[in-house]
């Protein structure tokens, strides 16, 4: 069974500092790899997502992610950080292959970015 | 282009009482259809999915049933609301599972 954790509920920062907010998974093959952000009320909005290839991937936003398959990580960066950047962020892993799609989440790593 | 409408936006229900939530695919033919479920600070949990009319799969369960009437429609529902079920619910499209939709979702609020 495959499983996302994301170990840092809250992160907080000041605006102008980079940001990266961790995730790991686990699953004994390639994954595919999301982070979606949330911001208060409403519904998850696409950042970007790793199928294969280049292991950086570049999304919405600013924000970019670095697919490690060494140590199972696919952690979400961007620089530098904006206020309008809090927001709870979700990383998500599904699996190649089949025709029971299911996205599985981490538990979200709430960001507050300090103007 | 593609839309995804949920209704209603939020409900405020008493326990006990029934529940019927909806999704409504527009411009894509036969897509896999998801609910999720996110309890208030939580994650998302997803509940059921849809590959075809009339067929759908539960992956949780929560005392909660779902239906695909159409193919560009998704239902869940319940006879009897629980505490438990206030949260905010999602439904999803896809096509492959390298790409998701999620729609604006629905509050609801049980007491």
């Known amino acids: 069974a495959q499983s996302v954790d994301q170990p840092d509920a809250h992160v907080t920062l000041s605006e102008g500092a980079s940001l990266e907010l961790r995730c790991s998974y686990s699953?004994?093959?390639?994954?595919?790899l999301f982070w979606y952000v949330q911001y208060p009320g409403q519904s998850l909005q696409f950042l970007l997502k790793y199928i294969t290839g280049d292991t950086v991937v570049k999304g919405t936003k600013g924000f970019e992610a670095e697919f490690r398959k060494s140590n199972s990580s696919f952690n979400l960066k961007k620089s530098p950080a904006h206020w309008s950047d809090s927001a709870k962020y979700f990383c998500a892993l599904d699996t190649p292959g089949g025709s029971n799609a299911k996205l599985t989440f981490g538990k979200g790593t709430k960001l507050s970015v300090k103007s | 282009a593609q839309t995804i409408h949920q209704w209603p936006v939020a409900e405020i229900k008493a326990v006990g009482s029934p529940l019927s939530l909806g999704c409504t695919i527009k411009g894509k033919s036969s897509p896999n259809l998801y609910w999720y479920w996110q309890a208030t600070g939580g994650t998302l949990q997803q509940l059921f999915y849809?590959?075809?009319?009339?067929?759908v799969e539960s992956v949780v369960q929560l005392n909660l049933s779902a239906s695909r009437p159409k193919d560009d429609q998704f239902i869940l529902s319940t006879e009897k609301l629980l505490l438990s079920h206030s949260g905010f619910y999602l439904c999803?499209?896809?096509?492959?599972?390298?790409?998701?939709?999620f729609g604006s979702g629905t509050r609801l609020l049980v007491i």
């Open positions: 699953y004994s093959a390639a994954p595919y």
């Open positions: 849809s590959i075809t009319v009339g067929q």
């Open positions: 999803a499209w896809s096509l492959t599972n390298s790409d998701y939709t």
